[in-house]
């Protein structure tokens, strides 16, 4: 049995404490990590998100969001 895109959002957080859309595309091959914390978070998971900024390769300031679980200090 394969785990749910769910689950290995969950698990990731479990290990890694965070998690960034570019991560989740490349560790877990997951391509719409908004829609499935939202998906989530409407299951009652705990998940915040907090924007993050860095410059790409051209030197342009991007930012996107770094989500973790809320119940931890």
Known sequence: ?????H???RNYLDEFHSISPFE???DLGIT???TRISE???KGYDIVGEDET???RFGKKVTY???RW???A
């Open 40 to 42: 989530m978070r409407d």
């Open 24 to 26: 989740a595309f490349t």
């Open 32 to 34: 719409k990590l908004a």
């Open 65 to 67: 969001k770094r989500y």
């Open 7 to 9: 689950d290995l959002i």
């Open 54 to 56: 860095r410059f790409n």
């Open 1 to 5: 049995m394969s785990l749910s895109q």
């Open 70 to 72: 809320g119940n931890v």
